[in-house]
C-alpha cells in the first residue's frame, strides 16, 4: 500500500486507487472494506505500477489533504489497514482485543468495499473559487458545488454537478484559472460493472494522478482528471 494525501490545494474523500483489470489486484481491495474503490492503472515510474509488474499485488491510498494531520482521514486509514491484515491472515483478534478506531476489530473484516466510477469537474471562468461542498457529501444532478466570483467585476459563474454522486476529492477555497479541476464526483456502480468497463476496449479514461503542483492555465481538453 502506497499511502498519499490529494495534492497541493486539493483534498480526497479516504480510497484505494487500483488497477482493476489485474485479478490479483481486484482481489487485494476487497480486503479493505467499506472503503471507497476507484479503476487507475497508475503511471511508469509509481511504487504500486512497478510492484505488481513483478507480482505483488499493490494499490495507493489516498486520504485527506496535504500538510495537515487529520485524525478522522488518519482513523479510517488505520481501520482499512487492519481490515486487509485479518483478511490476509496477518493478524489474528485476540478475545481481549481493544479498539484502536471507532469499530471493533471483530467487525472490521465485514463491511464491502464501495466501487465508484468518477469524473471530475472543472471551473469554466477564472477567479475566487467558493466551494458549497464538503468532502464525502452526497449531490444530485445540477446542484451547485461552488462558484467562482471575478473579483474585478464582481460576477459569479456557478459550477454544477452534471450527475448524482458523491464528492470524493475537491480544490481548497483558491484562486483558480478557467479549466482547473475543482471537483470530484463518484457514482456508485458495482465491483462487476466496474471491472467490465476498466477492461472495455474503450473504457472511459481512468482517474489520473494527483499532479505535483497546482497547474498553471491549460486547456479543457487536455488530460481528464487529477486524484
Given amino acids: 500500500m502506497d499511502f498519499h494525501t490529494g495534492s497541493f490545494d486539493r483534498s480526497n474523500l479516504p480510497q484505494v486507487r487500483a488497477d482493476l483489470t489485474n485479478p490479483d489486484v481486484l482481489e487485494f481491495t ?5 472503503t471507497v474503490v476507484l479503476h487507475s492503472p497508475g503511471n511508469k515510474g509509481m511504487l504500486r505500477v512497478a510492484s505488481t509488474a513483478v507480482g505483488i499485488p499493490a494499490v495507493t491510498f489516498e486520504a485527506g489533504a496535504p500538510t495537515r494531520l487529520e485524525p478522522a482521514e488518519i482513523a479510517q486509514a488505520v481501520a482499512a489497514i487492519d ?43 477564472g477567479g475566487l473559487l467558493i466551494s458549497e461542498v464538503t468532502l464525502g457529501q452526497r449531490v444530485t444532478a445540477g446542484q451547485r458545488l461552488g462558484r467562482v466570483i471575478d473579483p474585478v467585476s464582481n460576477v459569479e459563474r456557478y459550477i454544477l454537478s452534471p ?20 471537483f470530484h464526483l463518484g457514482t456508485e456502480t458495482s465491483e462487476q460493472q466496474a471491472v467490465q468497463e476498466a477492461a472495455a476496449p474503450h473504457a472511459p479514461e481512468p482517474v489520473e494522478e494527483d499532479p505535483e503542483d497546482r497547474p498553471e492555465a491549460m486547456d479543457v481538453e487536455e488530460g481528464e482528471d487529477f486524484e
Fill in 30 to 34: 476487497r480486503g479493505f472494506g467499506a
Fill in 163 to 182: 450527475v448524482p454522486g458523491r464528492v470524493i476529492g475537491m480544490a481548497q477555497n483558491q484562486a483558480v484559472l478557467p479549466g482547473y479541476a475543482a
Fill in 83 to 125: 481490515r486487509l491484515m485479518l483478511k490476509l491472515g496477518m493478524r489474528v483478534v485476540e478475545p481481549d482485543a481493544i479498539e484502536i478506531t471507532a469499530t471493533p476489530l471483530l467487525e472490521l473484516a465485514e463491511p464491502p468495499p464501495i466501487f465508484l466510477d468518477s469524473r471530475w469537474v472543472r471551473a469554466n471562468s
